[in-house]
């Protein structure tokens, strides 16, 4: 491929979408800024009008997959609509969704060391996806007696950590961790018990 330089129309997301490709084959600190643009087709001394560092590019990265991310979860969020329990598992699923549909954004955002604070607008945006988590999280929990109700926040960190722990471990192929069950089947159950233990879902439902 030739070389582009400075005139590449849009070397920005190119170098995003190289970074991608990157991540995906070789993890977030498996590349340098050099591979990233030889993939993109410009030379490396043009990355730097946009990026500072390699760190930087995989913050993009993770900023764009947080977008996709909260329009996922809010699509999952509205579509569980109007039953609480609905659109609270529909979010759960969600994650794991995205992270088989997603793996380069996924792993940038999760994985890549970056700080969700490393910016303004990436912390916005990441904010943005958990609220939708912990909306439906609070709209669920008025179900229980308020002597019992964990805070919101503490209600969607535990199925985060489980989703997350699911993604981890089962759907994504890590060496070593074979389940006898599929990655969904493990999040649904998981999920389940998890609401049986607040007494959301019948014992015997």
Do not use: C
């Amino acid at each position: 491929m030739p070389k582009r330089g400075y005139h590449h129309g849009n070397l920005r997301q190119a170098l995003v979408d190289s970074a991608l490709e990157l991540i995906r084959e070789k993890g977030p600190t498996g590349f340098t800024l050099s591979e990233a643009a030889k993939q993109a087709g410009v030379t490396p001394a043009a990355v730097y009008r946009h990026f500072e560092g390699r760190e930087d590019l995989i913050a993009e990265a993770a900023r764009q997959g947080y977008e996709i991310f909260a329009e996922l979860m809010q699509y999952a969020y509205d579509k569980g609509q109007p039953s609480a329990l609905s659109a609270f598992e529909a979010t759960g699923r969600a994650y794991l969704a995205f992270a088989r549909k997603y793996p380069g954004h996924y792993i940038a955002m999760f994985e890549s060391g970056i700080s969700v604070n490393r910016t303004p607008e990436l912390a916005a945006i990441s904010q943005k996806a958990r609220s939708v988590l912990e909306r439906a999280a609070t709209d669920l929990s008025k179900k229980i007696p308020p002597e019992k109700r964990p805070p919101p926040a503490m209600f969607s960190a535990h199925i985060w950590a489980l989703s997350h722990g699911v993604v981890e471990l089962f759907a994504r192929n890590s060496p070593g961790t074979q389940s006898p069950f599929p990655a969904d089947e493990l999040l649904e159950t998981g999920i389940g018990v998890y609401l049986r233990g607040l007494g959301l879902i019948d014992p015997d439902g």
